[in-house]
């Protein structure tokens, strides 16, 4: 073994050794890996430069940049509206298709991180039984095209780098089509089988919103009941204004009127449940449209303590919308508007685009100014023109009409001089982990195949399947990439199979397309663990799950998967 192969297995194994034994992160892992491979004089500033402009990379970058407005439009009401009605099984169906759609044009992550304030804001179900199975779903629905997570377009970086044609959009469709399908069946009987965890307590959903029945509005004349108000999950229906005359407690049996001013308790994410509800407008709906929210919190100093929102002019003076307001755990009663200001009190805002220009102002008004993962919904219009403008990318790059990344630069690029999202956001979702794995993994990748280190593993791999043929080096490929996606990650499963997978190809003397597959498929294979793929870490905490919950339903999913994966990969991509 050369020198030049020596270091570049040890640098291998110290990622592996780094990934599995330690807490350090993957891209601080790689980023050194590529540092000393650079320092060492393996690899120049041009090729590793290039490897993180990597047009795959950057298509990568621009769709979870993209994805910032995506979350915003009434795309994800309409998913929330799906689990509103029906039993458990229906509602899984109902949420698996809907999310593994969405997941094969934009990216899977994005998708689960948007639809996680839906699944808890769901009436009928306990979001403990949903969450795994939209991890599972987004997962699935990611491999159906070569945009749907990031793992496929890392693989098409490779793929390039090593002078092969691009994958086509569509490459994994027919096999991720049959994973669905199989999947689906796996996950609707033994989502049963999840924990019931129902957490909801009036005691911990502190704010206080107000919504008024809109003139027309389907609510009036129904009852509360009948308008399911009672059955809010995470939002409780206190009192209703109703002519200036304050009613409480709310009976179920009270036929609501238009112009009725319903007060809720609830919490953060309840503006946009209350945003969901056809003909229900929240207070200050009129000046919000996609805003992120913020929360503040009133100061000693403030000259707003003593009145109202509307007796101070909040709207006028600071260029932002109250739509929430709490004070420890004390109940506060009548109107949002009509709530008089106490030092300590904290505050849900939409701002307007002058509210942070008032620096001085706010830090003698407020002690601190958070900003929330929370965003208001856009309203319809602007939701129609988010999607269309993003269909009209998608289509013109399937069409060959515009490049994929071209589309994306200009679309993000109008989605900013717009106002739909803002520099702020670009700069919270840029995903830099990615970028620095992604980079670093591409020169790694390229080392290994350069110095020869690749063709030395696959021949070891050759020797000890010796027997089985190409079809058990496959089926090596493929467990190897499963097995280090439950370790690792995804993204670093990845790096590490590929070069491995495309020099068994090379040592057989076969198309490498079949490896590229068992890769790309092997990599998404993430089910029986929370730690392996970012959207079952996303659930984790979420569902307050353990790991026997994700052992229950994905052990019998990482089976059939990968049971129609290896059946199929010969029959869609010959040897």
Request: glycine share 10%; with cysteine; aromatic share 8%.
């Amino acid at each position: 073994m050369s020198w030049d192969q020596s270091l570049v297995s040890g640098l291998l194994l110290a990622i592996v050794a780094g990934l599995v034994f330690t807490k350090i992160k993957p891209a601080i892992l790689f980023a050194g890996a590529a540092f000393i491979a650079f320092q060492s004089g393996l690899v120049n500033i041009e090729a590793l430069a290039g490897n993180f402009t990597n047009s795959s990379l950057l298509t990568l970058v621009l769709l979870i940049l993209s994805s910032a407005a995506l979350e915003k439009t009434r795309l994800v009401s309409w998913v929330s509206g799906q689990l509103a009605s029906g039993r458990l099984g229906t509602v899984v169906a109902k949420l698996g298709l809907s999310t593994a759609v969405l997941s094969s044009f934009t990216n899977n992550t994005a998708v689960v991180v948007s639809l996680i304030g839906a699944v808890k804001r769901n009436r009928r179900h306990a979001p403990s039984r949903l969450l795994i199975p939209l991890s599972y779903a987004a997962i699935l629905g990611g491999t159906l095209t070569l945009i749907g997570t990031s793992t496929n377009l890392i693989i098409n970086s490779f793929v390039e780098s090593a002078g092969l044609p691009s994958l086509g959009f569509f490459a994994p469709s027919a096999i991720g089509l049959a994973v669905l399908a199989g999947g689906l069946l796996v996950l609707i009987p033994f989502c049963y089988l999840l924990p019931d965890y129902d957490d909801q307590s009036e005691d911990d959903l502190p704010y206080v919103l107000e919504a008024a029945i809109e003139p027309g509005s389907p609510l009036a004349g129904r009852t509360v009941s009948d308008n399911d108000l009672r059955a809010l999950r995470r939002l409780y229906l206190a009192e209703v204004v109703r002519d200036g005359e304050l009613i409480a407690p709310v009976c179920p049996d009270m036929v609501l009127k238009e112009g009725d001013k319903l007060q809720f308790c609830g919490d953060v994410e309840s503006v946009a449940t209350l945003q969901e509800i056809e003909g229900l407008a929240l207070f200050g709906q009129h000046h919000i449209n996609g805003q992120n929210l913020l929360e503040v919190v009133v100061s000693h100093s403030a000259s707003i303590l003593g009145k109202t929102l509307k007796e101070a002019k909040f709207r006028e003076n600071f260029d932002a919308v109250v739509v929430a307001i709490r004070r420890g755990h004390e109940k506060l009663e009548g109107g949002l508007g009509n709530i008089t200001l106490l030092a300590g009190d904290t505050l849900v805002i939409v701002p307007g685009k002058g509210f942070v220009a008032q620096k001085k102002q706010l830090e003698r008004e407020f002690v601190l100014v958070n900003g929330l993962d929370s965003s208001a919904r856009l309203d319809g219009a602007m939701s129609a023109w988010v999607l269309a403008g993003f269909a009209t990318v998608i289509g013109s790059a399937l069409l060959e009409w515009v490049p994929l990344l071209n589309g994306l630069a200009a679309y993000l690029m109008v989605l900013l001089l717009t106002g739909v999202v803002n520099l702020g956001e670009v700069q919270r979702r840029f995903p830099a982990e990615i970028v620095v794995i992604v980079g670093s993994a591409l020169s790694l990748a390229q080392l290994m195949i350069e110095t020869g280190m690749s063709a030395r593993m696959g021949d070891l791999f050759i020797y000890l399947f010796n027997g089985w043929g190409v079809y058990g080096a496959l089926i090596a490929t493929y467990l190897l990439t499963l097995v280090l996606t439950e370790l690792v990650t995804n993204n670093a499963a990845a790096a590490l199979a590929f070069p491995i997978g495309y020099s068994l190809a090379l040592g057989y003397g076969v198309d490498p397309m079949p490896f590229i597959m068992a890769v790309l498929f092997g990599a998404s294979a993430s089910f029986i663990s929370p730690y392996g793929y970012q959207t079952n870490l996303l659930v984790y905490s979420v569902g307050n799950y353990q790991l026997t919950d994700y052992l229950r339903i994905g052990l019998p999913l990482s089976l059939v998967y990968s049971a129609l994966v290896l059946g199929l990969i010969p029959v869609f991509f010959p040897f």
